[in-house]
């Protein structure tokens, strides 16, 4: 069986994670886009602690028969490696968008300096 | 672009398009026939077709953004052309042609007798209308008018309708802060909040001339869990914009 005390710990902090991205979102550091699979994180990490039962018939499952909470890192190691997964497509494509902007922007310094219009400083 | 010193307000059309090289020449057209005074501008969300050029060649203003941005970056650029350029009014229509010029008095009318700041056509505002959308985006739209009217305390029957007129203020707003995908929802509780007057008129829509909507099946369960989302965390967010300052 998953000792009291450990889910009551893994409940709180998963709390406290959803908490957490909830504020990043409300201002304005963390886009929703951003913010669904670190919140689908702590909602499966969330019933995963506080419905025991849960947790011991999952492990029953997986041959887990030690320490059933063992599955809760399992779990919370998967999904921080699906963020992971996502947010490296999502700085490739930066990546690539960043190179666009760059070029862009010196074609059209160049082609201001060849139209003799001084470029513009501000904005 | 039309004389400052002329009377009258100046008016800009802003036109989101991606892919729409069909389309788009037709719309462009159309805006210029409905009044030869009105400036069009395109907003090319990085299309890979013709799109921008086709506009260009119907008479438009292009504004080609080097990547896809998605429509509210697009559209938000739109918004930030008409406060750079001094425009006191803004209108918005989609690029695929299912929002009909002809209807546009209808939006502009309450914004120059003051009576509203932004002015949405609505397809569902009068009961036994001839457009009917699959049912599952009916229920998707149905759903989100509920829950936009709950949160605006106003009867609100169309909350993804791209078709409207703005004020100065109404273009400030945008202009300054825009939702990124799927934003038409969170702009409407947005305008709301900020103290700004919402209307919605209702408008005959036309059936898309060519492709396909940009909500596909599988795009709708990210589409409604991320506009919940953004509803719930907006309750709990400040005004972006101070109200003074939107003159």
């Known amino acids: 069986m998953t000792p009291l005390r450990v889910s009551i710990v893994a409940s709180i902090a998963s709390i406290l994670l959803i908490l957490v991205v909830l504020e990043l979102i409300r201002s304005r550091r963390l886009r929703e886009r951003y913010a669904l699979l670190w919140l689908a994180t702590g909602v499966v990490l969330l019933v995963l602690s506080a419905w025991r039962g849960a947790l011991n018939t ?6 887990v028969t030690g320490y059933p909470p063992a ?13 992971l997964l996502h947010y490296s497509t ?3 494509r930066l990546v690539d968008q960043n190179a666009i902007l760059a070029q862009r922007v010196a074609l059209l310094e160049e082609r201001l300096r060849a139209s003799g219009l001084p470029p513009d400083e501000e904005e | 672009m039309s004389d400052p010193s002329a009377a009258g307000p100046r008016v800009v059309a802003i036109v989101p398009a991606y ?17 030869p005074g009105l400036d ?26 080097p990547f896809n941005l998605g429509i509210g970056g697009a559209v938000q650029t739109g918004f ?41 056509g609505s397809r569902f505002a009068e ?4 457009y009917r959308p699959p049912l599952a985006r009916r229920l998707g739209i149905g759903l989100f008018a509920r829950i936009v009217s709950l949160l605006v305390r106003q009867r609100v029957t169309d909350t993804t309708s791209g078709f409207q007129a703005l004020n100065r203020k109404g273009i400030a707003l945008f202009a300054a802060d825009y939702p990124h995908d799927y934003p038409e929802v969170e702009a409407t509780v947005m305008v709301v909040r900020h103290e700004l007057r919402l209307l919605e008129v209702p408008v005959r829509m036309r059936e898309r001339e060519h492709g396909s909507s ?11 869990v991320k506009v919940l989302l953004a509803l719930f965390v907006g309750l709990f967010r400040r005004r972006v914009v101070p109200t003074e300052e939107l003159t």
Do not use: M, N
């Open chain 2, 127 to 130: 009961p036994g209308d001839a």
């Open chain 2, 19 to 35: 892919r729409e090289e069909g389309a788009i020449g037709g719309v462009v057209r159309e805006l210029r026939a409905f009044d």
């Open chain 1, 71 to 83: 599955v809760l890192f399992a779990v919370a190691t998967l999904f921080i490696l699906l963020v």
């Open chain 2, 40 to 65: 069009v501008v395109v907003i090319d969300d990085g299309s890979p077709d013709d799109t921008a050029a086709v506009a260009r060649a119907a008479g438009a203003a292009v504004v080609r953004l």
């Open chain 1, 90 to 92: 999502v700085l490739s």
């Open chain 2, 80 to 120: 930030k052309y008409a406060l750079e350029g001094g425009y006191d009014l803004a209108v918005r229509l989609d690029g695929d042609g299912q929002h009909d010029p002809t209807e546009l008095p209808k939006l502009i009318a309450p914004v120059l007798a003051g009576e509203a700041d932004i002015v949405v």
């Open chain 2, 214 to 224: 940009s909500i596909t099946a599988l795009r709708s369960a990210y589409y409604v």
């Open chain 1, 58 to 63: 999952i492990a029953g499952w997986f041959g």
